[in-house]
């Protein structure tokens, strides 16, 4: 910047300093970096501890805020800036929810987002989305810290120096100049899948206006098996919208629907409340699972059969021939009868057979993304024949949604090779890191003349483009989305953009057409010029209240015919193999991530700590594998393995899972990315992109495994699985359940137990309580992303993890039961149990947990010294202590996703589950304000929330109307430990497994007394607790008597 | 175990001679000479620099990581969920029962008539009063907010707040309070008579300061009189406290609802191993003190030491009695979760801390059935110092037993970091530089008690002796 001179340039007439006069280099500086401290603490570089102060932190928010009324000058004023003058309807301190969804592939997910003073502090799910259907899952839920990470892209840069979003500008008007005369010839567009009526606007724009430029999606972990089965099976581009809300029997072929695969919380619900049961009369749904790795979803198996990947297609075609037994024709099953020697596992088919056939039009085959194009074109002509076609699985056209395609992929990289491509825009995403290795995108990438990465943080992709422009959360800017069964909404945002970025739309449009027009505008001339109709306007504030167009969920999709040639044709061109591998060498399995996904979360901290469902490991992944393949390659969990498979290794600890098949190692891809940002830095994880090929993009054959001897010391939450005889998670079969209604109280011996003390009877007002099912609990983990969101628990890090100081409130215990090679998992959400008879509180020598006359457990962390007694005393191990000031440590920007309703706990004090008393509180204000009591509904604590399958119900004990009360009446209804007198006010809803009784049982933990033959356990076994009218052993006797 | 029982078998009266307590025939001016010449000395001896060098660095280190502690948070130590107390626990359960020798040395012994008490029970009092500052220091930064560890005693303030008095931390709070407070002025007590004799004997400053410390002591009959009264009172109130300590600490286990922890016979089992380890640690001392004092070696005698073996083999037993119980307790009560705990104390992950433990607190002390052995002063050494590694051991496979309790999910191991080494390796430097003080500043053994208890004080025939008659 100049400085401001008189006429002749020498010294200046007005001068603001002794330094501006003497025109100093430092006054230069100055000019030029106007607020430098506060430049220099943006830009902050200290990875673990920002040195942004609080104070500073929000002087900057103040100021922005501020100087945002001046922004009107440069482009329209668009009212999502934080009020100045309230609007009456806003009360201060009670938080808003706004709806909105978040852009996911082929199968985004509506959201509620819950908003304090203007910030977004947590995504809860919206009940009236199918999509979300109330639920939300982890993804979902821990979006709302990816707007706030610290490492976020707050500027674009050009080859790593900062830039101004004008000047971005600028440069691609130049460059789009030239494409409008060549009608883009040489410009490529490679973004990740989308399903958004303005994204696919646009996207059609540039066909008419750079008739010679491409826009290709690719996505790593991506629906183009399941594509490409189906559209040759019928001829058009569909996708499957299944409704596991219908099926009876599910038969999920290495499909892990209820947490990795798209739309998973729709189906997790789906699946989930399908599993409820109100009594022994009631029916439940059946699920078979067929899988190389403990997935959830086959933890939730009533029957598992663990296969090497490979296999399982082959499983699908002996399941086929069994199915034709039945007197079932199949489309395209002609081929197979060729193949009948293939057949396998034939006892085990043979029984889902007669159970699908029985339940013909009430049963879903279902096919997991890795699998090839062929078994998916099966299971479709299976469907069909079992008329469950159009019924269980509805079959809808892709609408505004470009999938992923690796043949694009290909050529595009070929052409980038071939010097075709001169400008290529990366629209988020990072290819240089996760595309196939074979396609070598990233020398193809770096032939590129003009290089420009879109996206929210500087990935591999962005470090190797010359311009990397920022992009804003979704929740910074206008979008929408179409979900997968068609229904549309509208990306809200919640905020202004924090940073200097710009929106997905607002960039493919400058992209597109060179001009900077608002998202708002944009998104606005899409809807009203063809989604909405009559009263447009009203439509449009329906829709942005509802999260949804109530006239797009007219088509939700139907039937579809199969070409059973064309899935012949299929069958008979892919090689799917029925025998093991048996040649020493072994199987690789990748699968994305159950927490940071394809890598995409894998700076957000809450998922990089989220326990994985199954393993509990954080903070990396592991070569998952069974404890025979373990024991052949001599390691055990944490033992370094290097995988060799085309010439390219990869080395990474081994963790050994009961339940996997053997010879096959499972890795999740997503990892490694330790530029990405701070937590990303910290992992301990391997990225495995490069073993993975365009041909094996699910599995892969033929790679060696071998020890290497370091040893990692895994950051793992659970390290004991055995649930060593104890009846914690109480589970029974349909058969004993029917027996004996009771069976989960028959586990364990209740004897009657009387308190020391005088005990509150709660006569009146409230008395909390909480029902859970273990029936209908998935094991999907958002509660405890939920409870992490809503009560500001903080990330401890991977050391920390290891030496057992996590501190989430909740958790889902999981045990493996029976047999180590076949086992089963039994799991269960574990938080505070609220014991009316404490065992914390009798301990604490300061009275800072103590009991409510709601009947809560409340802990006073002001009181709190932290002796750590009560945790010790806790038989749940549900206590929480801050072993350092963990909230000290956040990043300032991170304070910024805090609920404000939830008080942030220092260093010293225990913390645990407060059942959302801040919930319970604005519940009770707002009724008392409205001259009623506190009913059901009025507010749901945040694992409820979360939960897709409503598994969690919590309400007033006291109003015998109440879900909850119903629920704890329910003969399922047991308290863990409740034999300790502890008298937990956290009930668990015994699951019921419901085997196939053609099939060998499955293994449960314990078996009720009493029930069993020759059980010896008399009446006095069963007299006190809960299970006062307990009259069945005299029959039971008489049953094992004789 | 009487002092007289191992002479007095011999036939008759006439052949009977009083017990050789102190050795060396030294007169009464003799014994003046030699114990208060340890704390006249100009010449402070090489030796005694060189420990006190060592002790005071391990303390100084002490209190700079508990700088360190205060500063950053009680994450630095290997604690975690499940293993909610760990090393910080242990060292003060293991202070405090060392600390529970010196009260018995002096109180209950006293009471007993136990004459041989008098040669050690001066730094056996002044060990318990540094075990039980070491001790006492441990509950109190190992809380997770320091700053606010006082509202753990019932000190009436604005905020309204009061203790539980349900909880067994709290009664832990009275209990050491007590028994330090007591162990106190019962080793005060006993020291007046001698710190007017070092009085008597000083020129200059220090003759004031002794004045001062002697309480205007003049050794008249009245005085005497006094002090005799107060002494048996005070031991009288002592007493209990050696059930009382090491019961209610045990209670802070006892109470709560872990197994493993929920037993009944932890007040006696503490109580004995609270004894046990602490003549382990008088007897280290004692030979110690007999090694760089050359002259203690007749005060500290063998008959001394041997006795004090037979008290360490006696309360070892009552310690394998109580692991031996307990496992059978475990059995016999049915209860799954009992049975597994005491199953995998002794086989699991940290069944090598529970073998040392069996090893140094029962199998050790068994060599003492051999005079030979327990007369031995290289094998009383050695064994005083395995029986302190067993009893730390003991408490801590106590502690460990958090590491598996009732939800397998919850299960983890529990790893010391270097700062938990560094806290227990730091309480030894205190302790250790304290006892140097003592040694130093402080007449080691009772003067006035010793003579008590000489042929002198004694002056009868030989053939009729009020003692032994009040004895036999």
């Known amino acids: 910047m100049p400085s401001l001179t008189n006429g002749n340039g020498s010294r200046p007439l007005y001068w603001r300093s002794e330094e501006q006069l003497k025109d100093s280099d430092r006054f230069r500086h100055w000019l030029d970096h106007e607020f430098p401290e506060v430049e220099e603490e943006a830009n902050g570089d200290n990875p673990l501890k920002s040195s942004v102060s609080r104070r500073s932190f929000l002087g900057v928010m103040g100021a922005s805020m501020a100087l945002a009324g001046f922004t009107g000058c440069r482009k329209p004023v668009e009212k999502i800036v934080p009020y100045v003058t309230d609007p009456e309807y806003r009360v201060q301190g009670v938080p808003r929810f706004f709806a909105t969804a978040q852009p996911r592939g082929t199968a985004p997910l509506s959201i509620l987002v819950e908003t304090h003073q203007g910030r977004p502090t947590k995504v809860e799910g919206n009940e009236l989305h199918p999509s979300s259907g109330g639920g939300v899952d982890s993804f979902g839920l821990a979006s709302v810290l990816d707007l706030y990470d610290p490492d976020r892209s707050k500027y674009p840069t050009q080859r790593g120096a900062r830039r101004s979003m004008d000047e971005f500008i600028e440069f691609w008007r130049e460059l789009h100049t030239g494409f409008i005369e060549t009608g883009g010839e040489g410009l490529a567009i490679l973004s990740e899948t989308f399903a958004s009526p303005s994204l696919w606007r646009l996207r059609e724009k540039m066909r008419r206006d750079l008739p010679n430029a491409r826009w290709v999606a690719y996505e790593p972990v991506n629906t183009e098996n399941r594509d490409r089965g189906l559209e040759r099976a019928t001829g058009k581009k569909v996708q499957p919208v299944y409704r596991y809300d219908r099926a009876e029997v599910v038969v999920s072929i290495d499909n892990d629907f209820i947490l990795s695969e798209p739309d998973a919380v729709r189906h997790n619900g789906e699946f989930g409340r399908g599993r409820k049961l109100t009594g022994p009369d009631d029916s439940m749904n059946r699920l078979y699972v067929v899988e190389s790795a403990m997935s959830v979803t086959g933890g939730k198996a009533d029957h598992r059969l663990r296969l090497q990947s490979h296999q399982i297609g082959a499983f699908l075609i002996s399941l086929t021939i069994e199915l034709e037994k039945q007197g079932l024709t199949i489309p395209g099953s002609g081929v197979i009868a060729g193949r009948a020697g293939e057949k396998f596992e034939t006892e085990f088919a043979g029984a889902i057979a007669e159970d699908l056939y029985r339940h013909r039009g009430k049963a879903l085959v279902t096919v997991g993304l890795r699998q090839p194009p062929a078994v998916h074109a099966l299971a479709l002509a299976i469907n069909t024949a079992l008329g469950n076609n159009g019924r269980t699985v509805l079959y809808r056209e892709y609408e505004d949604t470009l999938p992923s395609s690796l043949d694009d992929l290909k050529t595009l990289a070929e052409d980038m090779r071939g010097g075709k491509v001169n400008t290529l825009v990366v629209f988020g995403g990072d290819p240089v890191y996760n595309a196939p290795a074979d396609v070598r995108f990233a020398p193809a990438f770096a032939k590129v003349e003009n290089r420009i990465h879109f996206g929210g943080l500087v990935n591999a992709t962005a470090r190797a483009s010359h311009w990397h422009v920022s992009r804003s959360h979704f929740m910074e800017a206008w979008g929408d989305v179409r979900a997968t069964n068609g229904i549309l909404s509208i990306i809200q945002p919640q905020i202004a953009p924090l940073y200097d970025t710009r929106g997905d739309v607002e960039f493919a449009n400058l992209i597109i057409t060179g001009l900077d027009t608002s998202s708002y505008e944009l998104v606005r001339e899409t809807w009203f010029d063809s989604l909405l109709h009559g009263d447009k306007e009203r439509s449009w504030q329906i829709a942005l209240h509802d999260g949804l167009l109530e006239s797009s969920r007219d088509n939700e999709g139907g039937p579809v015919v199969v070409d059973g040639g064309e899935v012949a044709f299929l069958l008979r061109h892919t090689s799917l193999h029925a025998q093991p591998i048996t040649d020493g060498s072994y199987e690789v399995v990748f699968i994305p991530s159950g927490t940071v996904h394809d890598g995409r979360y894998a700076n957000n901290a809450w998922l990089v700590e989220l326990p994985d469902p199954v393993t509990k490991n954080t903070w990396g992944n592991t070569a998952v594998m069974s404890t025979k393949t373990a024991e052949k390659l001599g390691v055990g969990s944490g033992d370094v393995v290097a995988i060799e498979l085309n010439g390219r290794t990869v080395q990474l600890p081994a963790y050994v899972q009961p339940g996997h098949a053997d010879q096959s190692i499972t890795i999740e891809l997503g990892w490694g990315q330790s530029e990405l940002g701070r937590v990303a830095k910290d992992s301990i994880g391997v990225d495995v992109y490069p073993l993975r090929t365009s041909e094996t993009m699910g599995f892969a054959r033929g790679a060696t495994v071998a020890r290497t001897g370091g040893y990692v010391d895994l950051p793992n939450t659970q390290d004991h699985g055995a649930m060593e005889g104890r009846a914690i998670v109480r589970e029974a079969t349909m058969e004993t359940y029917k027996h004996d209604t009771k069976f989960a109280q028959h586990m364990v011996h209740v004897p009657n137990l009387d308190s020391l003390w005088k005990e509150h009877t709660y006569q009146e007002g409230y008395q909390w309580g909480m029902a859970i099912d273990l029936n209908a609990c998935t094991n999907c983990n958002a509660c405890v992303t939920a409870c992490q969101s809503e009560n500001n628990i903080p990330v401890v890090g991977k050391d920390r993890v290891r030496v057992g100081r996590e501190m989430h409130w909740m958790r889902m215990d999981r045990y493996y039961v029976g047999d180590v090679e076949e086992a089963r998992v039994a799991n269960q959400p574990m938080m505070c149990q609220h014991c009316e008879m404490a065992p914390c509180e009798q301990v604490c020598p300061v009275n800072a947990t103590v009991h409510d006359s709601e009947g809560l457990n409340v802990m006073t962390y002001n009181r709190c010294i932290g002796t750590r007694y009560c945790s010790n005393n806790c038989p749940y191990k549900v206590r929480r202590f801050n072993f350092f000031n963990f909230t000290n440590e956040f990043p300032d920007s991170v304070k910024m996703a805090q609920n404000p309703d939830v008080t942030v706990r220092s260093r010293g004090v225990m913390e645990k589950c407060t059942f959302c008393l801040q919930r319970i509180n604005l519940a009770k204000q707002k009724a008392k304000a409205e001259g009623r009591t506190v009913e059901d509904g009025d507010f749901q604590t945040a694992c409820q929330q979360a939960c897709p399958p409503n598994a969690i119900v919590f309400g007033n004990i006291n109003d015998p109307n109440s879900e909850v009360s119903k629920l704890r009446k329910n003969t399922r209804a047991y308290g863990v430990l409740e034999e300790f007198n502890t008298r937990p006010r956290v009930l668990y809803l015994a699951g019921v497994l419901n085997p196939n009784p053609k099939l060998k049982p499955v293994a449960v933990e314990v078996e009720p007394h009493g029930t069993g033959h020759g059980g010896g356990h008399g009446e006095n076994g069963h007299s006190g607790g809960l299970d006062t009218g307990h009259a069945e052993p005299t029959d039971a006797h008489g049953d094992a008597g004789h | ?472």
């Not at chain 2, 016979?265 to 380890?277: H, K, T």
């Not at chain 2, 227990?424 to 003579?451: D, H, I, N, Q």
């Open chain 2, 1 to 472: 175990m009487s002092a007289t029982t191992s002479t007095s078998t011999s036939a008759t009266v006439q052949k009977w001679k009083p017990p050789k307590l102190v050795l060396g025939n030294p007169s009464f001016h003799d014994v003046t000479d030699q114990i208060s010449g340890i704390v006249e000395r100009r010449d402070t001896p090489i030796w005694w620099w060189v420990a006190l060098g060592i002790s005071v660095s391990m303390a100084g280190a002490f209190f700079i990581q508990m700088a360190w502690l205060f500063w950053t948070g009680v994450g630095i130590w290997g604690n975690n969920v499940p293993v909610g107390w760990g090393w910080p626990i242990v060292n003060f359960v293991f202070w405090v029962g060392i600390g529970h020798a010196g009260t018995l040395i002096s109180a209950v012994l006293f009471l007993l008539r136990q004459k041989w008490r008098t040669s050690i029970n001066r730094f056996a009092e002044a060990m318990t009063i540094f075990a039980v500052i070491c001790a006492g220091i441990f509950p109190g930064i190992h809380v997770g907010r320091i700053w606010v560890a006082y509202w753990m005693f019932p000190i009436p303030n604005q905020m309204a707040m009061w203790p539980n008095f349900r909880s067994a931390l709290m009664w832990d709070v009275f209990a050491v309070g007590t028994y330090f407070t007591a162990s106190l002025l019962f080793w005060y007590t006993g020291l007046v008579p001698d710190w007017a004799t070092l009085r008597d004997r000083a020129k200059g400053w220090p003759k004031k300061i002794y004045g001062f410390l002697a309480l205007g002591w003049r050794s008249g009959n009245s005085q005497w009189k006094h002090y005799e009264a107060a002494y048996l009172l005070l031991a009288g109130i002592a007493t209990p406290l050696v059930l009382s300590v090491h019961s209610v600490v045990s209670t802070d286990f006892a109470t709560s609802m872990v197994f493993g922890w929920h037993t009944t016979i932890f007040p006696p089992y503490f109580v004995a191993g609270a004894i046990f380890s602490g003549f382990g640690m008088v007897m280290t001392l004692g030979i110690l003190a007999r090694l760089v004092y050359p002259p203690v070696k007749n005060y500290i005698t063998v008959k001394t030491l041997e006795l004090m073996a037979k008290v360490i083999m006696l309360t070892g037993m009552m310690v394998g009695y109580a692991y031996s119980m307990e496992m059978f307790i475990a059995w016999y009560s049915g209860n799954g979760y009992e049975q597994f705990v005491f199953l995998n104390r002794a086989f699991g992950p940290y069944a090598w801390a529970y073998w040392i433990m069996v090893s140094c607190n029962v199998i050790i002390p068994q060599l003492f059935w051999f005079k030979k052995l327990r007369t031995s002063i290289p094998v009383l050494f050695v064994a005083s110092i395995f029986v302190n590694i067993g009893m730390w051991f003991e408490r801590f496979v106590i502690v460990l037993t958090l590491h598996r309790d009732f939800l397998p999910s919850s299960w983890d191991m529990f790893k010391p970091t270097a700062f938990d080494i560094g806290f227990l390796v730091g309480s030894f430097g205190l302790f250790f530089t304290l006892f140097l003080l003592f040694l130093r500043f402080v007449p080691m053994v009772a003067m006035a008690e010793v003579k008590g208890v000489m042929p002198e004080a004694d002056p009868h025939h030989e053939s009729y002796h009020h003692a032994t008659e009040k004895e036999a």
